[in-house]
């Protein structure tokens, strides 16, 4: 089992800047690639950004130029940084996790099917 906490969620002035962490711990050796998602009020969860062991990063349109994912694999810790925000950015947002499926390393993904394991969420609210 892996077990994922979220944090640096918050309240702040559009065009600002918030870091979202999310430390992994437990199985944290059977993790293949790590994403977030977030889920804005009114609306279905969808995914935000993703990286992969090897430094492979995706990310959704919307949030491309703005927002930069990186895991440091030493504190197992994922991060969300998020520059330029929008009152379009509110909502909360999920770290996930996905386990390894062989000896080979995948490319991420932000397929909602393909998690294994969720975070409890931190609030993220950006005001015009």
């Known amino acids: 089992q892996v077990q994922l906490v979220e944090s640096g969620g918050g309240s702040v002035q559009a065009g600002g800047s918030l870091r979202l962490s999310c430390a992994a711990s437990?199985?944290?050796?059977?993790?293949?690639?790590m994403s977030w998602f977030r889920q804005g009020p009114g609306n279905e969860r969808d995914g935000v950004a993703a990286?992969?062991?090897?430094?492979?990063?995706i990310y959704a349109d919307s949030v491309k130029g703005r927002f930069t994912i990186s895991l440091d694999t030493a504190k197992n810790t994922l991060y969300l940084q998020m520059n330029s925000l929008k009152p379009e950015d509110t909502g909360m947002y999920y770290c996930?996790?996905?386990?390894?499926?062989?000896?080979?390393?995948?490319?991420?993904?932000?397929?909602?099917?393909?998690?294994?394991?969720w975070g409890q969420g931190t609030q993220v609210t950006v005001s015009s």
């Open positions: 996930a996790a996905t386990r390894k499926t062989g000896p080979y390393r995948n490319m991420p993904t932000m397929a909602q099917h393909l998690v294994h394991y």
């Open positions: 437990g199985a944290t050796d059977e993790i293949d690639y």
């Open positions: 990286v992969g062991g090897v430094g492979s990063r």
